[in-house]
């Protein structure tokens, strides 16, 4: 075996192909990625697989929904309607589907977890700039110390490859959890329209998007257990 055929096996061990080749068309494509009709069309079977029973019920509702929203907000009308479901899907439980499929990927899932995760990612990058929120953002999460520190160090710029979602307001973001974010937005987009749960003033930074940590602390007196008390202070950053 030569040694670009030992790399590709080596490189296929570290992660799934599925992902790699989708993070690269990411990264290359930026805010221009964009669903094809085809990929649209996988999404809509990703969508009624993954809801069973009731898939096809959900389908036309949230089309239902979606349809009314772009008759109502022209300044969306010109994307796939299909790719605002899966926005609007994002909001519901299927979030759980999707978040971590770039950094935590399950090949199980790839079916259902990858189309609808180009589907949310073309539709976030086809909103208008009048989408864009500015300002500091808050969510919560409950993770271990081992996690953040597996992804955090302070000064340091990372290419976040998960869903991360946060508020408007403080009181928006998710409560008692161990782990809070003080986010500074600059290219984050407000997705309240399309939400389930549009009171949480949700504004969203898909796959790709880079954060630079300002500040970890851990509060005095857990810093021993699996889940200490972490605040992290953090600036999306865009090149120009």
């Not at 490189?11 to 669903?35: I, Y």
């Not at 189309?115 to 993770?143: C, D, N, W």
């Amino acid at each position: 075996m030569d040694d670009d055929a030992n790399l590709e096996v080596e490189l296929d061990a570290v992660e799934p192909r599925p992902v790699s080749e989708l993070k690269q068309q990411l990264l290359e494509a930026g805010n221009t990625f964009r669903t094809t009709p085809a990929q649209r069309q996988e999404f809509v079977a990703a969508f009624k697989r993954y809801h069973a029973e009731v898939g096809e019920k959900m389908y036309l509702e949230y089309r239902t929904t979606i349809e009314a929203i772009k008759a109502a907000h022209p300044e969306v009308a010109h994307i796939p309607t299909d790719d605002l479901i899966a926005l609007r899907g994002w909001t519901s439980g299927d979030y759980i589907l999707v978040q971590n499929a770039l950094d935590m990927p399950k090949p199980e899932q790839f079916a259902d977890a990858l189309p609808y995760l180009r589907a949310i990612m073309s539709a976030y990058h086809a909103l208008p700039k009048s989408f864009i929120y500015t300002g500091t953002v808050y969510t919560g999460e409950r993770q271990t110390a081992e996690w953040v520190n597996q992804r955090y160090k302070v000064g340091e710029t990372i290419t976040n490859w998960r869903f991360f979602a946060a508020s408007e307001t403080v009181e928006g973001k998710w409560p008692d959890c161990n782990v809070n974010w003080d986010s500074e937005s600059v290219h984050g987009k407000r997705i309240s329209l399309f939400s389930e749960r549009p009171k949480e003033l949700e504004v969203l930074f898909v796959p790709a998007t880079q954060q630079n940590t300002l500040s970890l602390t851990v509060k005095k007196g857990t810093e021993h257990r699996t889940f200490p008390d972490i605040d992290i202070r953090q600036k999306e950053v865009v090149e120009i």
